[in-house]
């Protein structure tokens, strides 16, 4: 069974280098995100340059649940950066965010090896102003609890600074 970390944080908070100082060789980073534009492809070059060479990358913006299956294994760890942009992408094929939550959340207990996974926390802020962001912030809350339900460990990261909100032995 997978021992599981969700970080959760602000943009800018910390909580990736906090979710890489929780892996340990060998390891595997599945990234969610797409260089879409030049900003996005600067972001994740800069997040490649963090990492150093001894991981094994795979991208997939889409079918989280199936590349855990895949990359996981008894003594490997996976990290997935970032879930905030795999509802992103989700929402945007028009696919359904809450069953694709249920049906990950489904199958990390089968999973062997340690998966940390890392996520905005977008609900402290002031309400969106217009339907599809409220939705998103609405559907954000909503995966990041499901996660929360079957981590063994989750941690809120403000200033760079990690607050341990549930640690499961």
């Known amino acids: 069974m997978a021992r599981v970390a969700l970080i959760l944080g602000g943009a800018r908070s910390g909580k990736s280098a906090r979710a890489l100082a929780l892996t340990r060789p060998p390891r595997v980073f599945l990234a969610t ?99 599809l962001g409220r939705a998103f912030r609405d559907a954000q809350g909503r995966l990041n609890q499901t996660i929360a339900a079957v981590a063994d460990r989750v941690e809120f990261v403000a200033a760079g600074l990690p607050l341990t909100l549930k640690d499961r032995p």
Do not use: K
């Open 33 to 131: 995100a797409q260089a879409l534009d030049e900003e996005m492809a600067a972001r994740i070059a800069a997040h490649r340059a963090e990492r150093g060479p001894d991981w094994t990358v795979v991208e997939e913006p889409l079918e989280l649940t199936r590349a855990l299956a895949a990359h996981a294994a008894e003594g490997r760890c996976v990290l997935v950066d970032c879930l905030t942009l795999w509802l992103s992408n989700l929402m945007a094929a028009g696919r359904d965010p809450e069953a694709e939550a249920a049906a990950l959340a489904a199958a990390l207990p089968a999973l062997p090896g340690e998966i940390v996974f890392v996520s905005n926390e977008v609900g402290m802020g002031l309400a969106p102003m217009n339907a």
